[in-house]
């Protein structure tokens, strides 16, 4: 049995093949290419146990390892530079170390989703980042409409009412020419999201989980699915804190001298997670009396702000509670505010 320990980067990998010694047997560069990949994967035994830095790339190193049923860990970088740090890095001693700490049972491993979860996910996150640029271009129209001092009166400006009115308001030339174009490309991916949206609805439709958490006050077909994702299997997580901790929603913790001081959220683990819990949690407070409790009370006391992580934290543990026992959300609606007195009541109960 050898060790390998793989230090990827964009263009090449190097590769420290190591035995059950702890004896280097063989360093060498490889480019990342399928056919040099696939060239010294052929010399990798069934009995090998090859080490994988997570870096941005190692889907592509990873499926290639799958497709051939090889044994490999992920390593989680972070822990893997707090247990071996050093203050000179280069790739053989990073990809020395890696098999070190394979050899040694020490290595930190990160969670590999199942193909079917990374794909999904590369379609969600497709869908993210096309709202991003349309968000970007709308930002880039509304900019322009103020160079010009107009301030149209509509809820919506890319409403068909509003779009109408950008088509036929008169601008100069230097002008016109690009809120033309901005339109366009709005239109464009307005229709691309649509298209991809229907895709996310179909895959909902056929998993049990996420049509589960539709149940939930704020989510709908693409958070649902974009959350289970981002989870991955729920038996990982022994309870409710750990996946907090996951979704980087719990407060950091500061003790020294016999004193401990809550600060503000790590922030750490998935990212899209913890976004699109904050995202839903002022629609959440909106729809559920349990989670508006919930927002007034820490928003009085914190501002909104910490509100919304408050809710958001809270959602994922009652997310926690229905994926483990198959259990839809129990809807109890936020009665209509009559009065400040009557929300008073309400929320004094």
Not at 220 to 243: C, H, N, T, V, W
Request: hydrophobic fraction near 35%.
């Amino acid at each position: 049995m050898n060790y390998i320990g793989v230090d990827l980067h964009k263009n090449y990998s190097f590769i420290t093949r190591m035995d059950e010694k702890g004896e280097n047997i063989k360093q060498m560069r490889v480019e990342n290419d399928p056919l040099s990949l696939g060239h010294f994967l052929d010399t990798v035994s069934p009995d090998d146990k090859l080490a994988l830095e997570a870096t941005w790339n190692w889907y592509y190193f990873y499926e290639m390892v799958e497709d051939r049923n090889l044994s490999l860990s992920l390593a989680h970088p972070k822990n893997t530079k707090a247990i071996a740090s050093a203050k000179i890095i280069t790739d053989k001693i990073s990809s020395t170390t890696l098999a070190h700490l394979l050899r040694a049972n020490l290595l930190p491993t990160a969670y590999i989703p199942t193909r079917q979860v990374r794909d999904t996910r590369e379609i969600l996150r497709y869908r993210a980042s096309l709202v991003a640029i349309r968000s970007m271009i709308k930002n880039k129209v509304h900019a322009l409409l103020s160079k010009n001092g107009v301030h149209p009166h509509f809820s919506d400006i890319f409403g068909q009412k509003g779009l109408n009115y950008l088509k036929n308001i008169k601008l100069r030339p230097c002008y016109r020419q690009p809120l033309n174009g901005y339109l366009k490309i709005v239109e464009v991916l307005t229709q691309t999201i649509s298209e991809v949206t229907k895709t996310i609805e179909e895959l909902v439709n056929k998993n049990p989980q996420a049509t589960l958490l539709i149940t939930m006050p704020g989510i709908s077909y693409y958070s649902a699915l974009l959350i289970l994702m981002e989870i991955g299997e729920i038996d990982r997580f022994p309870s409710d804190k750990q996946l907090c901790s996951y979704g980087g929603l719990v407060p950091s913790v500061h003790s020294s001298g016999g004193k401990t001081r809550m600060g503000s959220i790590t922030k750490e683990g998935s990212k899209w997670l913890r976004w699109i819990l904050i995202e839903l949690s002022g629609h959440a407070a909106k729809g559920s009396i349990k989670f508006n409790r919930l927002y007034q009370r820490v928003s009085r006391k914190y501002g909104k702000p910490t509100a919304r992580v408050a809710v958001a934290r809270e959602m994922l543990r009652v997310i926690y509670h229905m994926l483990k026992n198959n259990e839809p959300f129990r809807v109890v609606p936020v009665p209509k505010q009559k009065s400040s007195s009557h929300l008073h009541g309400v929320m004094s109960r």
